[in-house]
């Protein structure tokens, strides 16, 4: 069973040091659990918080002890009378080759919706976070604009989309060409920026809206959200669900403070994690998989191949180097 363990706790970027591969012997399931082969491994930005020892709404990871994460696996051997071999299944049991689970750690998912990799993307915490995020914070209407930063990724992607379902108009926010064209031609989103390549953002964004933003989905914070923060409009809503622009930062970030800007706007800023809404996660997972079916969503996944390159594909994310979800190939099912 080979594994990857955090080695330490990276200060700054994290690279390969803060990873450590290893090999043990592979625990035979006892009664009532089951013995489960990794098939896709999903490599997400909020591991990062999670590798530092501080207090947050999911506990650190520890020194030298497997990374956690969503992964889905074959069942290969059944203790349980709730698996069958050959099931597929999904849990919290991450970089790792072989899990031995108890029968209440995972669950079953179904092979024939849509390709199971989507159970850790579209289908599941990525789709759940865009969908509750923006329509329970972002509350988009009619003809409103809605402004993505991270419009690109995985949560990004599914915003937008699920903000033309709701007949907004969608401006994007992404760091290369391929993902301003990905967004405009594929998702079809009103507009995009690269924000890489764009001198002043601010500007660039009111030419995208000219008529303000009454929505602002925020994937990254920073420098991109100051930018956006300036075009709110009365009663704009801004769905803060991620600042990946500042995950890596040795510093506290300090920028323009925009308690002025939402009391001159009457706007609503808040913060969520798509666990607040765990007893929805039924109904989530029904209409992402309805509007997936009914050719309303549609999904990129960016898929990087081999175990050992779990670590690789984790440093992607704060490289740019995906479109859609980030996952990694363990092995064929
Ligand atoms: P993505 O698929 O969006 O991957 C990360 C992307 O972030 C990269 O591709 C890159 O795209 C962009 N990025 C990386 N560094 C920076 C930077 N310094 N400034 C601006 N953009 C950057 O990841 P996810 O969709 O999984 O997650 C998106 C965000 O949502 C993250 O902040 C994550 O922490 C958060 N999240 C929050 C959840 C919640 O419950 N609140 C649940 C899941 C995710 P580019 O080329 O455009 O720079």
């Not at 994310?317 to 092995?331: E, H, M, P, R, T």
């Amino acid at each position: 069973n080979k594994q990857i363990l955090l080695a330490k706790r990276p200060e700054g970027m994290p690279d390969q040091a803060t990873f450590q591969m290893t090999e043990k012997e592979i625990t035979q399931p006892e009664n009532g659990e089951i013995l489960i082969r990794t098939l896709y491994v999903s490599v997400d930005p909020y591991m990062r918080g999670r590798m530092i020892d501080a207090p947050s709404y999911v506990a650190p990871y520890k020194l030298n002890e497997v990374i956690g994460g969503g992964a889905i696996g074959e069942v290969i051997t059944s203790e349980s009378s709730s698996f069958n071999e050959g099931d597929i299944v999904i849990g919290g049991f991450g970089w790792q080759t072989y899990y031995t689970a108890k029968e209440d750690e995972v669950r079953k998912i179904d092979k024939e919706i849509a390709p199971i990799s989507t159970h850790l993307g579209i289908l599941g915490m990525t789709g759940l976070t865009a969908y509750f995020g923006l329509l329970e914070i972002g509350k988009p209407k009619e003809g409103e604009t809605v402004v993505i930063s991270g419009a690109a990724g995985a949560v990004g992607s599914v915003v937008g989309q699920i903000a033309k379902v709701k007949g907004a108009k969608v401006v994007g926010i992404a760091g290369t060409d391929e993902k301003i064209k990905y967004l405009k031609e594929e998702l079809h989103f009103d507009e995009a920026i690269n924000y890489k390549t764009t001198e002043n953002m601010e500007k660039a964004l009111a030419e995208a809206c000219p008529n303000g933003v009454d929505v602002y989905f925020d994937n990254v914070g920073g420098e991109i959200s100051d930018a956006v923060f300036t075009l709110l409009n009365k009663f704009a809503r801004v769905s803060v669900c991620g600042a990946i622009s500042s995950y890596n930062l040795e510093t506290k970030d300090i920028g323009p403070r925009v308690q002025s800007l939402l009391i001159k706007k009457s706007a609503l800023m808040q913060g969520f994690t798509v666990g607040d809404f765990k007893d929805r996660f039924n109904e989530g997972t029904v209409a992402l998989a309805k509007w997936l079916q009914e050719g309303k969503l549609t999904y990129e996944e960016t898929i990087k191949e081999g175990f050992e390159n779990i670590p690789d594909a984790f440093l992607d994310l704060f490289k740019g180097n995906n479109i859609g979800k980030l996952l990694v190939k363990v092995a064929e099912p």
